[in-house]
């Protein structure tokens, strides 16, 4: 799934939230978005996955505009987790999962036993089968991340778009869900805010700041002290991985920047 961005604008409360944004994502790449707080990126990702409709600009699903398809068509085709999900209602979690079938589905058509295959085993690819009948608000936010990410599997959709998918996932979890993206053989855009994380996992990534893309590239070429510096306004050394070939960026502190020790609280 081809995913093509053109001079996308929103604004929102009057304010200029992305000004002229591009990205593109190609068959089967793993691109992430990053940023600092409040750049703009899930308003870029709400305009992709149609919540929040650009006042200007196209995007466009192997080549046909995104906002010409009808909500079905386009959930055929994109799966999205987003950062918090409200429910009001208690479902089970596999209830939840199987919400992901409904694009596949006429209006009240029954579950078949190949939904029910289809739900069971994205459960058991991110290691939930054994919470299948455990209501979802009873979960906790890791786990009702990992649900919700096997309700996009269930979608089987050609396109994940994911907001901080690794939001309240502990380190194991957050590297067995960026692993299991890599080996979906989809196409994937998110937002991601650990630096290394993307770097580690990301083909190519785009660098939002204020509404606007400053640059895009490969980790390699992205990820410079001079970027993290303009961009994050942190200090930081950055290195090749000896053991990825990725690159590895060490943060420094205000304190431990300009070279003081920051080894005693008293100091
Ligand atoms: N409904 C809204 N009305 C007015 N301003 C909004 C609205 N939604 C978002 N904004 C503003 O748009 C800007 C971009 O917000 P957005 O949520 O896209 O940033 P983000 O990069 O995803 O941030 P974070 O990393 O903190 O999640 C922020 O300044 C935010 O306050």
Redesign the pocket.
């Known amino acids: 799934m081809n995913v093509t961005a053109q001079d996308l604008s929103v604004t929102?409360?009057k304010?200029a939230?992305l000004h002229d944004v591009g990205l593109q994502v190609r068959t089967g790449e793993l691109v992430g978005l990053i940023?600092?707080?409040?750049?703009?990126?899930?308003?870029?990702l709400k305009s992709i996955y149609r919540v929040l409709k650009p006042d200007a600009g196209l995007i466009s699903l192997d080549g046909d505009d995104l906002y010409r398809l009808s909500p079905q068509q386009a959930a055929r085709r994109m799966a999205v987790v987003r950062?918090e999900s409200s429910m009001e209602v208690d479902f089970t979690v596999a209830e939840i999962v199987m919400m992901g079938r409904f694009p596949h589905k006429r209006c009240w058509e029954a579950d078949t036993s190949e939904d029910q295959r289809i739900c069971e085993e994205a459960l058991s690819r991110v290691g939930m089968q054994a919470f299948a009948q455990r209501s979802y608000l009873s979960l906790s936010g890791g786990e009702k991340q990992r649900v919700l990410i096997a309700r996009a599997l269930a979608q089987q959709a050609k396109l994940l778009v994911l907001d901080?998918p690794t939001n309240h996932l502990d380190i194991r979890c957050q590297l067995h869900m960026l692993d299991l993206l890599k080996t979906l053989r989809v196409t994937v855009l998110a937002?991601l805010?650990d630096l290394n994380l993307a770097a580690m996992y990301c083909d190519r990534l785009y660098v939002?700041r204020e509404?606007r893309i400053v640059t895009s590239g490969t980790p390699e070429e992205v990820f410079t002290p001079e970027l993290i510096r303009d961009v994050f306004g942190v200090e930081a050394d950055v290195m090749i991985h000896p053991r990825t070939g990725k690159p590895h960026i060490f943060f420094m502190s205000e304190r431990t920047a300009d070279g003081r020790q920051s080894g005693s609280l008293l100091a």
């Open positions: 929102l409360d304010k939230v940023g600092p707080n409040g750049s703009g990126k899930s308003t870029l950062q901080e937002a805010h939002i509404g």
